[in-house]
T-cell receptor
Framework: EAGVTQSPTHLIKTRGQQATLRCSPI?????VYWYQQALGLGLQFLLW???????NRGNFPPRFSGRQFPNYSSELNVNALELEDSALYLC?????????????FGPGTRLLVL | AQKITQTQPGMFVQEKEAVTLDCTYD???????LFWYKQPSSGEMIFLIY??????QNATEGRYSLNFQKARKSANLVISASQLGDSAMYFC???????????????FGQGTILTVHP
């Protein structure tokens, strides 16, 4: 069974540009989560999508947005990029097993803003 | 709000020895889940083990075991018989609901870098 996939693996942008990151969940998973992992910092929750709807949002400005498609894949868009947006962006999908939920992560997209 | 604290920025262990990675948490929720993830240098987060707040027995998964002490609010990860491939960053995390959805997010600690020496 294929795991969570993310594309691209690396992305280089300049300040003010827009970045689009993509995620495909594990087959059968309907929830997708996005996290930001900046250098030296832990993982920060960004967004949660389930059944095509945004269900929860972390403490990030509105220029971080996304969507979930009917096939449950997801896109994260970051507008008006700033230097501090440089980070590893991790996507996870989840399955509730035996009454509890485990999030499974993809390999991440490394975004560098110059 | 939930909070995870990992006080060991780095740990060193000899190959084949056991090592304990510390994790303490703070929550006012009665129902919650605790997780450990491994992050190699490649960046991918690998799920290792889970413990629910109502589970009375400590979780085990192969060489991994979770030493859950609810009264102390600690959920330490024990890795037995360390291998060179265990060298990685390890994150402790918690979710607000052990019985179903996490409401969309995990709260992560700052991580511990484990280095296994031959």
């Amino acid at each position: 069974e294929a795991g969570v996939t993310q594309s691209p693996t690396h992305l280089i942008k300049t300040r003010g540009q827009q970045a689009t990151l993509r995620c495909s969940p594990i087959s059968g998973h309907t929830s997708v989560y996005w996290y930001q992992q900046a250098l030296g910092l832990g993982l920060q929750f960004l967004l949660w999508y389930d059944e095509g709807e945004e269900r929860n949002r972390g403490n990030f400005p509105p220029r971080f947005s996304g969507r979930q498609f009917p096939n449950y894949s997801s896109e994260l868009n970051v507008n008006a990029l700033e230097l501090e947006d440089s980070a590893l962006y991790l996507c996870a999908s989840s399955l509730i097993t035996s009454g509890w939920e485990t999030q499974y992560f993809g390999p991440g997209t490394r975004l560098l803003v110059l | 709000a939930q909070k995870i604290t990992q006080t060991q920025p780095g740990m060193f262990v000899q190959e084949k020895e056991a090592v304990t990675l510390d994790c303490t948490y703070d929550t006012s929720d009665q129902s919650y889940g605790l997780f450990w993830y491994k992050q190699p240098s490649s960046g991918e987060m690998i799920f290792l083990i889970y413990q629910g707040s109502y589970d009375e027995q400590n979780a085990t998964e192969g060489r991994y075991s979770l030493n859950f002490q609810k009264a102390r609010k600690s959920a330490n990860l024990v890795i037995s018989a360390s291998q060179l491939g265990d060298s990685a960053m390890y994150f402790c995390a918690m979710s607000p609901n052990a019985g179903g959805t996490s409401y969309g997010k995990l709260t992560f600690g700052q991580g511990t870098i484990l280095t296994v020496h031959p």
